[in-house]
């Protein structure tokens, strides 16, 4: 079974620059998370999507940030402008409904200089 | 809101010593719980999960509880390797299917 693709796996910008990140899920995964994980810290929950519809954007900062899952299956989260707090890793994982674990990616490591 | 607190790091331990780490929740509802690992340039893997109250999840050697009088779902192992050496995040699936996750413990062990 294939895992949770993200894309890509390493981005260095300049702040006040965009940037975007891609993820597909493991195909049949009804719910897709974006998570921010700074250095030394746990992840923390950006977005999370049921299908295509968003279910949790509580800690969305959207001034900046957006995300899209069209067709309830990828997803792009977008940054624009990035500023130097933005620096983290950027994970996506998917679930199933009920009691199960969300299955993560490898992350995008993002450095904004 | 629902969150997870774990103990902090980093741990150092020596080849065969006893780990524990702790965690305790606080949720509404009942949450399924969960401790992931991230070894060294890898993505975060489920290590093991339990779903309900008295419930022990197990894994490579790894136990945790799911204690809901104490709301705690500690980890242990019985004797650790150096293999083992990675950051451990204990994590909760609330009830809106939200994952939580805690701060991490680093673990070093050495030979």
């Known amino acids: 079974e294939a895992g949770v693709a993200q894309s890509p796996r390493y981005k260095i910008i300049e702040k006040r620059q965009s940037v975007a990140f891609w993820c597909n899920p493991i195909?049949?995964?009804?719910?897709l998370y974006w998570y921010q994980q700074i250095l030394g810290q746990g992840p923390k929950l950006l977005i999370q999507?049921?299908?295509?519809?968003?279910?949790?954007d509580s800690q969305l900062p959207k001034d900046r940030f957006s995300a899209e899952r069209l067709k309830g299956v990828d997803s792009t989260l977008k940054i624009q402008p990035a500023k130097l707090e933005d620096s983290a890793v950027y994970l996506c994982?998917?679930?199933?409904?009920?009691?199960?674990?969300?299955?993560f990616g490898q992350g995008t490591r993002l450095t904004v200089v | 809101g629902d969150s997870v607190t774990q103990m902090e790091g980093p741990v150092t331990l020596s080849e065969e010593a006893f780990l524990t780490i702790n965690c305790t929740y606080t949720?509404?509802?009942?949450?399924?719980l969960f401790w992931y690992v991230q070894y060294p340039g890898e993505g975060l893997q489920l290590l093991l999960k339990?779903?309900?109250?008295?419930d022990k999840g197990s894994n490579k050697g790894f136990e945790a509880t799911y204690r809901k009088e104490t709301t705690s779902f500690h980890l242990e192992k019985g004797s650790v390797q150096v293999s083992d050496s990675a950051v451990y995040f204990c994590?909760?699936?609330?009830?809106?299917?939200?994952?939580?996750f805690g701060t991490g413990t680093s673990l070093t062990v050495i030979p």
């Open positions: 994982a998917s679930s199933l409904e009920g009691n199960t674990e969300a299955f």
């Open positions: 339990a779903t309900k109250a008295d």
């Open positions: 949720a509404t509802g009942y949450p399924s």
């Open positions: 999507f049921q299908n295509n519809g968003v279910v949790d």
């Open positions: 994590a909760l699936r609330a009830t809106g299917n939200q994952f939580y």
């Open positions: 195909s049949g995964h009804a719910t």
